[in-house]
């Protein structure tokens, strides 16, 4: 009985690698769709975010049963709960690649980034997809340590973001206000994309550790500050 | 045994209704710092949302100790995942009203809102307040009516963001890419914080009748459309 629970408990954490992986490559194509507007591979983002959802609300179903039928306590009860989390967490990226998708769509044939941010989006685009990359390694390997290190990724794509939005302010900017409206909102997507897959992996440091990122790093700050004699 | 489990689940709702009642007021300083640039009370909306962040960490860690201690099953199982989600929802309406005041602060001592668009944040503040409002009150009463209510009242603030975007857009428009750039972000900042409140209502629904919102509509619909004969 117990193997058969521990069974759906990692069938729950395939999920949430699978989902990881989905949203991923949505947000890459997204960010190829918007970059080179294109209107077909924008409906297919679209249109693939269902089974993103399906996959949520599956893997909802599944926790709360598995709740229900064999109440788990400590650290089970922890897998479960943190699972309904990640779960929430990459649903939601799969909207905010969605989003991006969405503003392809709306402004073809035209693309809604001009050629001079053309770098920056790709490279925010690309950063995005590495994110929730390694959060889907970091659920399939509890690598804490990867996890640690994608708070520097997500440093990044701040600088990023703050790059993009230096560009719209920047009195030499002729583009106009539709395309700063949509590299506003875009900007920002792929920013709370990232603090989504940031929160996945933090989410695992949890689980892992019993505790929260900062408490992990003071704890592990004090031990290696602690005088060894 | 069972009445101290419910009170403690009872414990739980009165925080979420707390929680609500918070970022409602934080809203809706925030909202008036943003139109009057008050730095003092963007301050304050900025320094008080850890309250509403202590109360989300402190409602999990009661209801994780719950599901753990007295291992709920059905409706009482249901009730603790639900009220997981809504603390999330609220935390990130906290957030939002947050972000709303960081607007404020950045641009003091002027006003991030331009006159002309005063009446239109004024509103999507005031129903953004309202929405999260309106969510408290079905978290304490279950009112189901009500919370399928907030479905239009979310359709109007979506009016007011697509009225604001269109201002943003209009080749009057005169007030330069920066202000562009905060209309944008803050209008996403109201559309998401209505999101949130809506959702909370729609897991109350969820709660009260153990279907999601579109199934219960249509389950109302139909039984509404059935012969009587």
Same mark, same amino acid.
């Given at each position: 009985?117990?193997?058969?629970?521990?069974?759906?408990?990692?069938?729950?954490?395939?999920?949430?690698? =699978?989902?990881?992986?989905?949203?991923?490559?949505?947000?890459?194509?997204?960010?190829?769709?918007?970059?080179?507007?294109?209107?077909?591979?924008?409906?297919?983002?679209?249109?693939?975010?269902?089974?993103?959802?399906?996959?949520?609300?599956?893997?909802?179903?599944?926790?709360?049963?598995?709740?229900?039928?064999?109440?788990?306590?400590?650290? @089970? #009860?922890?897998?479960?709960?943190?699972? #309904?989390?990640?779960?929430?967490? &990459?649903?939601?990226?799969?909207? &905010?690649?969605?989003?991006?998708?969405?503003?392809?769509?709306? %402004?073809?044939?035209?693309?809604?980034?001009?050629?001079?941010?053309?770098?920056?989006?790709?490279?925010?685009?690309?950063?995005?997809?590495? #994110?929730?990359?390694?959060?889907?390694?970091?659920?399939? *390997?509890? @690598?804490?340590?990867?996890?640690? =290190?994608?708070?520097?990724? @997500?440093?990044?794509? /701040? *600088?990023?973001?703050?790059?993009?939005?230096?560009? #719209?302010? /920047?009195?030499?900017?002729?583009?106009?206000?539709? *395309?700063?409206?949509?590299?506003?909102?875009?900007?920002?997507?792929?920013? %709370?994309?990232?603090?989504?897959?940031?929160?996945?992996?933090?989410?695992?440091?949890?689980?892992?550790?019993?505790?929260?990122?900062?408490?992990?790093?003071?704890?592990? =700050?004090?031990?290696?500050?602690?005088?060894?004699?």
């Amino acid at each position: 009985m117990r193997d058969a629970y521990h069974e759906e408990l990692d069938a729950i954490g395939d999920s949430l690698v =699978e989902m990881a992986r989905l949203v991923g490559s949505a947000m890459g194509r997204a960010t190829t769709a918007l970059l080179d507007a294109d209107l077909a591979l924008a409906e297919g983002v679209i249109a693939a975010d269902e089974k993103v959802n399906e996959l949520h609300h599956d893997l909802e179903n599944r926790a709360i049963d598995l709740l229900a039928r064999q109440q788990p306590v400590a650290t @089970d #009860l922890r897998i479960v709960v943190t699972s #309904l989390r990640m779960s929430a967490d &990459l649903e939601r990226c799969g909207d &905010l690649a969605r989003h991006v998708a969405k503003v392809a769509r709306m %402004r073809y044939p035209d693309t809604a980034v001009p050629s001079d941010l053309h770098s920056t989006v790709l490279e925010m685009g690309q950063l995005a997809q590495r #994110l929730v990359a390694k959060a889907g390694l970091v659920i399939a *390997t509890k @690598d804490v340590d990867k996890a640690l =290190e994608m708070e520097q990724d @997500d440093d990044a794509i /701040d *600088t990023l973001h703050r790059e993009l939005l230096s560009h #719209l302010i /920047d009195e030499r900017w002729h583009h106009g206000i539709e *395309t700063a409206v949509d590299i506003t909102l875009v900007g920002r997507y792929y920013e %709370r994309f990232a603090d989504h897959a940031v929160s996945v992996a933090k989410r695992v440091v949890y689980l892992v550790t019993g505790e929260h990122v900062a408490e992990f790093v003071a704890a592990t =700050e004090a031990a290696e500050a602690a005088p060894v004699d």
